[in-house]
C-alpha cells in the first residue's frame, strides 16, 4: 500500500525495534516517499502517563472557558496536493436511510469525533505525518488503496453495493486494515455479517484472544470495556444498548495471518473519541479508547 512507506518511522518514532518486512514499495501513483529518518532527539514516547496528560488537556480548554482550534479549522494542504502518510478516512458506505443511501449511519459522531481523535494522536505522535483533517473516503474509488487505516461505524444499517463489495475485497486483500465500531446487538450483527461475508467469503469471523497483536503492538490492553454512549455515559446509564450486553472484539486474519478487520462490537468507541473534551464524560471509557485508537494506527502502518 502507499502509506505503509511511513511504517518504518513510525516504529522508530514509537520507539519500537523495527521488524524485518517483504512490504512493497509504494505506488508510483501515489508519489509518496519514504520519510527521512527521525533524529532520536524528534523522537516522544507514548504511554499511559501520556495518554492521560494529552486527555487532561483536551479537557483544560473546556473547563477554562476557551475552545482550543479545531484541526478543521486550521488551512489544510490539498489531500491530493502532497499525500500525507496517515489519513483517519471514514467510510461512506452504501446503507438503509439517508441521501442515495449515503448519508446515514455512516455519519455518526462525524465529524467531531475525527477531528478530536486527530487531535489527540497529533499531540502524542507530532513526527506522525497525519492529514490533520476529517477525511471521508467511498469503498469503490480506485485509489482506496493508499489509505492504510479505514473506519466503519453503526454498520447495521451497511448495504454494500456490488462495486463497494468488490473494492473492500481488494483494498483488505492487498494490504488494507478495517476498523469496525458502534453496533450493538444480535439483529445489527446478523446485518453487518452477511455484510462482510459477501466481502471476503472465505475468511472466517474470530474472537481476538487479549495476547492478539492488536492489544499489545503499542498499549498493552488487558481487559475490553463496554464504552457507551455519551447519554449513558455522562448520567451514569447502562453502559450496553439493545441486547448487546457483553462487549466483544473479533477479527478476520488473511491466510498469512494479518489481521484484515477488527470488529469492536457492543461498544462505542467513537463517542469516547468525540466526547473526550467532556469533563462529565468519564476519564476511564476515553482513556481505553485512545490507547485502542492508537494501537490501531501502529498495527495498520506496520503489517
Same mark, same amino acid.
Given at each position: 500500500?502507499?502509506?505503509?512507506?511511513?511504517?518504518?518511522?513510525?516504529?522508530?518514532?514509537?520507539?519500537?525495534?523495527?521488524?524485518?518486512?517483504?512490504?512493497?514499495?509504494?505506488?508510483?501513483?501515489?508519489?509518496?516517499?519514504?520519510?527521512?529518518?527521525?533524529?532520536?532527539?524528534?523522537?516522544?514516547?507514548?504511554?499511559?502517563?501520556?495518554?492521560?496528560?494529552?486527555?487532561?488537556?483536551?479537557?483544560?480548554?473546556?473547563?477554562?472557558?476557551?475552545?482550543?482550534?479545531?484541526?478543521?479549522?486550521?488551512?489544510?494542504?490539498?489531500?491530493?496536493?502532497?499525500?500525507?502518510?496517515?489519513?483517519?478516512?471514514?467510510?461512506?458506505?452504501?446503507?438503509?436511510?439517508?441521501?442515495?443511501?449515503?448519508?446515514?449511519?455512516?455519519?455518526?459522531?462525524?465529524?467531531?469525533?475525527?477531528?478530536? %481523535?486527530?487531535?489527540?494522536?497529533?499531540?502524542?505522535?507530532?513526527?506522525?505525518?497525519?492529514?490533520?483533517?476529517? %477525511?471521508?473516503?467511498?469503498?469503490?474509488?480506485?485509489?482506496?488503496?493508499?489509505?492504510?487505516?479505514?473506519?466503519?461505524?453503526?454498520?447495521?444499517?451497511?448495504?454494500?453495493?456490488?462495486?463497494?463489495?468488490?473494492?473492500?475485497?481488494?483494498?483488505?486483500?492487498?494490504?488494507?486494515?478495517?476498523?469496525?465500531?458502534?453496533?450493538?446487538?444480535?439483529?445489527?450483527?446478523?446485518?453487518?455479517?452477511?455484510?462482510?461475508?459477501?466481502?471476503?467469503?472465505?475468511?472466517?469471523?474470530?474472537?481476538?484472544?487479549?495476547?492478539?497483536?492488536?492489544?499489545?503492538? %503499542?498499549?498493552?490492553?488487558?481487559?475490553?470495556?463496554?464504552?457507551?454512549?455519551?447519554?449513558?455515559?455522562?448520567?451514569?446509564?447502562?453502559?450496553?444498548?439493545?441486547?448487546?450486553?457483553?462487549?466483544?472484539?473479533?477479527?478476520?486474519?488473511?491466510?498469512?495471518?494479518?489481521?484484515?478487520?477488527?470488529?469492536?462490537?457492543?461498544?462505542?468507541?467513537?463517542?469516547?473519541?468525540?466526547?473526550?473534551?467532556?469533563?462529565?464524560?468519564?476519564?476511564?471509557?476515553?482513556?481505553?479508547?485512545?490507547?485502542?485508537?492508537?494501537?490501531?494506527?501502529?498495527?495498520?502502518?506496520?503489517?
Amino acid at each position: 500500500m502507499g502509506a505503509v512507506a511511513g511504517a518504518v518511522a513510525l516504529i522508530v518514532l514509537l520507539g519500537s525495534p523495527p521488524a524485518t518486512t517483504n512490504a512493497t514499495a509504494p505506488s508510483e501513483a501515489t508519489n509518496i516517499e519514504s520519510p527521512a529518518p527521525l533524529a532520536k532527539a524528534q523522537t516522544r514516547f507514548l504511554s499511559s502517563t501520556g495518554v492521560s496528560r494529552a486527555l487532561d488537556d483536551l479537557r483544560a480548554p473546556l473547563e477554562t472557558g476557551v475552545r482550543a482550534e479545531s484541526p478543521a479549522d486550521a488551512a489544510q494542504i490539498p489531500v491530493y496536493g502532497v499525500p500525507h502518510e496517515f489519513y483517519f478516512s471514514r467510510v461512506a458506505y452504501s446503507g438503509y436511510g439517508g441521501f442515495y443511501g449515503r448519508g446515514g449511519s455512516w455519519q455518526t459522531d462525524f465529524p467531531k469525533a475525527d477531528q478530536i %481523535f486527530l487531535s489527540f494522536i497529533d499531540r502524542l505522535i507530532p513526527n506522525l505525518d497525519a492529514y490533520l483533517s476529517e %477525511f471521508v473516503v467511498l469503498l469503490d474509488e480506485p485509489d482506496l488503496r493508499r489509505f492504510p487505516f479505514l473506519y466503519a461505524l453503526e454498520v447495521g444499517s451497511m448495504s454494500l453495493s456490488p462495486p463497494e463489495i468488490e473494492g473492500l475485497r481488494n483494498y483488505l486483500l492487498q494490504g488494507g486494515f478495517l476498523v469496525i465500531d458502534d453496533f450493538w446487538g444480535t439483529q445489527q450483527w446478523a446485518q453487518f455479517e452477511y455484510e462482510i461475508q459477501q466481502v471476503l467469503p472465505e475468511y472466517e469471523i474470530v474472537d481476538l484472544p487479549l495476547d492478539h497483536n492488536v492489544f499489545t503492538t %503499542f498499549y498493552e490492553i488487558d481487559e475490553v470495556i463496554q464504552v457507551p454512549n455519551v447519554g449513558n455515559g455522562t448520567r451514569g446509564g447502562p453502559t450496553w444498548e439493545r441486547d448487546g450486553f457483553i462487549p466483544m472484539v473479533k477479527g478476520i486474519h488473511d491466510e498469512k495471518g494479518r489481521l484484515m478487520v477488527i470488529i469492536n462490537w457492543n461498544t462505542d468507541l467513537g463517542d469516547a473519541w468525540e466526547w473526550a473534551d467532556d469533563p462529565y464524560y468519564p476519564f476511564e471509557y476515553s482513556k481505553y479508547a485512545y490507547e485502542m485508537g492508537v494501537n490501531f494506527i501502529v498495527y495498520a502502518m506496520s503489517h
